[in-house]
């Protein structure tokens, strides 16, 4: 038997007694239920991460549809439309957004003639030293133009913002750069404007593997232009009687989600062990927190005179009267097991060996030991080693106390930690702002 196994067939032992193995069967098949349907999850996720839904339904009133706010898109509403004379029609609308006023784009193009020379440059460049592709964007965050950019000088800059290295690598190129006009064509529905930015163009020296790629960039372009008629676009298969093999790149995005899914159902299995000795661990504390007044029952009713039996039913007896109330705990469900033994004819020192093997903690199987003791030796000096039962365990329940403030203080430095740093920020920083 594996060890996990084995661990899991003890705790339930712990547990349940004579019914583990039952118990352990319940176990795995509610796993491995969870597990199934975890890993099936994942594998239907992985299929459908790229279907997407949008489009709902935003009547007010039965006939009014909020238009989005200015900048936010068109909103697309799927509508069933009913007619007094019977006829029904589902209909797809498009709803524009809101629009903006002549007076409104007039103030917003004098602050993005402004705002987008700022934003076009690569980290280190400037207008009047451009040596890495810009970034021209078709829009601008903030701004509602649709924006269109045409170069002077394509084969140095082509209108995208990348710069032709393999165009640029004379010496002059280098040292004194090229001029080059870019102009933007701003659109806003029927309002248009123009905005020309000139940038000095700069070569740098490329590896040959660089220069290679670039050039077969360019010819993708070219192959590119030639026709956007066709149905399909062709790929150059050769650059510098060098060919060239295409392959798709494909995404992994379902590889992704099917590996967390994955590592879900093995955290699952975790979880699942972790639970059941999470519940062997909160039983053995209730045992061993019941343990010294367990002990000083057995004291008190040996000094009155009861035998070791008929402290046992007596025991059992309390518990089952007060059980409603106080609800159930395992020292004594554990003794209402070895009672019932011993009613069902099974001999008391068996009985006792059954409960010890059951509840299998030390101080239990200590307190057995003395009671068989007693049951063979008549119990002469049993009551003395009881009561040295009882100090050692009221010592052990102080000691353990004591180990359970002291991690709640611990527990507690944290929170006093961190409102002692906004305790001081409230103090210092007003202080600070001060001077």
């Not at 060890?3 to 705790?11: D, F, G, K």
């Not at 969870?34 to 997407?52: G, K, P, Q, S, W």
């Not at 810009?134 to 649709?146: E, V």
């Not at 180990?403 to 409102?419: S, W």
Request: glycine share 6%; charged share 30%.
């Amino acid at each position: 038997m594996k060890n996990r196994e084995r661990q899991q067939y003890l705790a339930a032992k712990k547990l349940y007694g004579n019914r583990a193995e039952e118990y352990l069967r319940q176990f795995v098949r509610k796993k491995r239920i969870a597990v199934v349907i975890t890993v099936v999850t994942a594998l239907l996720l992985a299929a459908l991460t790229a279907i997407r839904q949008s489009g709902d339904t935003e009547l007010i009133r039965g006939r009014y549809i909020e238009r989005n706010e200015k900048d936010g898109a068109d909103k697309i509403v799927r509508v069933e439309a009913y007619a007094a004379n019977g006829y029904r029609k589902s209909m797809q609308l498009q709803v524009a957004e809101q629009q903006y006023t002549e007076k409104e784009l007039e103030d917003l193009w004098d602050t993005f003639t402004q705002v987008l020379p700022e934003t076009i440059f690569a980290e280190g460049d400037s207008q009047d030293y451009v040596s890495k592709d810009m970034n021209l964007p078709s829009r601008l965050t903030g701004y509602p133009f649709t924006l269109e950019w045409q170069s002077d000088a394509p084969l140095i800059l082509s209108g995208d913002g990348k710069i032709r290295e393999e165009r640029l690598q004379d010496n002059e190129a280098k040292k004194n750069g090229i001029c080059v006009t870019l102009t933007v064509t701003a659109k806003y529905g029927e309002y248009m404007e123009e905005y020309s930015i000139p940038v000095r163009v700069f070569g740098r020296y490329l590896t040959k593997e660089e220069l290679f790629w670039q050039q077969v960039e360019t010819a993708i372009d070219e192959w590119n232009s030639r026709s956007t008629t066709g149905k399909y676009q062709q790929l150059p298969d050769r650059v510098e009687d060098t060919q060239i093999v295409y392959r798709e790149e494909k995404s992994t995005l379902w590889l992704f989600v099917l590996l967390c899914g994955l590592a879900a159902a093995f955290l699952l299995t975790r979880h699942f062990d972790d639970a059941l000795q999470e519940q062997v661990k909160k039983r053995d504390e209730q045992l061993e927190a019941e343990y010294p007044q367990l002990v000083n029952r057995f004291v008190l009713y040996y000094g009155a005179g009861l035998t070791i039996k008929n402290i046992w039913q007596r025991i059992c007896m309390d518990y089952r009267e007060r059980k409603k109330t106080t609800g159930i705990n395992c020292a004594y469900e554990e003794m209402m097991k070895a009672d019932k033994q011993m009613q069902d004819g099974v001999g008391e020192s068996e009985a006792y060996a059954e409960f010890a093997a059951s509840v299998a903690l030390t101080r239990y199987r200590n307190l057995i030991g003395l009671l068989q003791q007693a049951l063979q030796s008549g119990g002469s000096d049993i009551r003395e080693q009881l009561n040295e039962q009882l100090r050692e365990a009221f010592s052990e329940q102080k000691r353990q106390a004591r180990i359970r403030g002291e991690k709640a203080g611990t527990k507690l430095l944290l929170p006093m930690f961190l409102m002692l740093t906004v305790v001081l920020i409230v103090i210092l920083v007003p202080a600070f702002l001060s001077f």
